[in-house]
T-cell receptor
Framework: KNEVEQSPQNLTAQEGEFITINCSYS?????LHWLQQHPGGGIVSLFM???GKKKHGRLIATINIQEKHSSLHITASHPRDSAVYIC???????????????FGQGTILTVHP | DGGITQSPKYLFRKEGQNVTLSCEQN?????MYWYRQDPGQGLRLIYY???????QKGDIAEGYSVSREKKESFPLTVTSAQKNPTAFYLC????????????????FGSGTRLTVV
């Protein structure tokens, strides 16, 4: 079982819909990242969370440390939101672990006009 | 503007040849990383470097080599020993490795797509 699991793997929506992408993890973390990868391949960091909730424009990210779960929400979705959304957790440092990022497999989002 | 530059964007290599992927950052970040991305899989760590002249193997280092002679540069060489080198390669950097702290956000390059022909 992967340490980071995302769901769904594929998501199709109509423009304007509210979208939720989920991320569950099984290890102790110091932070969680949400990343966006466009078809060209480049990755943009959307959020880094260690607790609570963050909002940027139409994007909202939440994390529940006790339940080891995070969600990324997109309100009023738009075709330009079509991308791969990746969850990554930063492991707690200790022993030989320096606090590296471990990535989920990504959620492919397609928003139709 | 500060950022990470990866070059080239597309690279073709014949079997049996070594090839070097470039990664340069002007963010004054101490830590740099190389990841490999395959379809349907999460990014996997190849090598990382915390400071100049120091680097560590990641999860899939076999068939790869790196150097960190300058803070700004972290080139990755895909050697002929890498059995399945066709993939998308991403370079990233961060202020530090985040040991003992919450860690700072990553900055990613735009990637290099390597195809073995």
């Amino acid at each position: 079982k992967n340490e980071v699991e995302q769901s769904p793997q594929n998501l199709t929506a109509q423009e304007g819909e509210f979208i939720t992408i989920n991320c569950s993890y099984s290890v102790g973390i110091s932070a969680l990242h949400w990343l966006q990868q466009h078809p060209g391949g480049g990755i943009v960091s959307l959020f880094m969370l260690s607790s609570g909730k963050k909002k940027h424009g139409r994007l909202i990210a939440t994390i529940n440390i006790q339940e080891k779960h995070s969600s990324l929400h997109i309100t009023a979705s738009h075709p330009r939101d079509s991308a791969v959304y990746i969850c990554a957790v930063r492991l707690l440092a200790g022993g030989t672990s320096y606090g590296k990022l471990t990535f989920g497999q990504g959620t492919i989002l397609t928003v139709h006009p | 503007d500060g950022g990470i530059t990866q070059s080239p964007k597309y690279l073709f290599r014949k079997e049996g040849q070594n090839v070097t992927l470039s990664c340069e950052q002007n963010l004054n970040h101490d830590a740099m990383y190389w990841y490999r991305q395959d379809p349907g899989q999460g990014l996997r760590l190849i090598y990382y470097s915390q400071i100049v002249n120091d680097f560590q193997k990641g999860d899939i280092a076999e068939g790869y080599s790196v150097s960190r002679e300058k803070k700004e540069s972290f080139p990755l060489t895909v050697t002929s020993a890498q059995k399945n080198p066709t993939a998308f390669y991403l370079c990233a950097s961060s202020i530090d490795l985040g040991t003992g702290s919450l860690g700072y956000g990553y900055t990613f390059g735009s990637g290099t797509r390597l195809t073995v022909v």
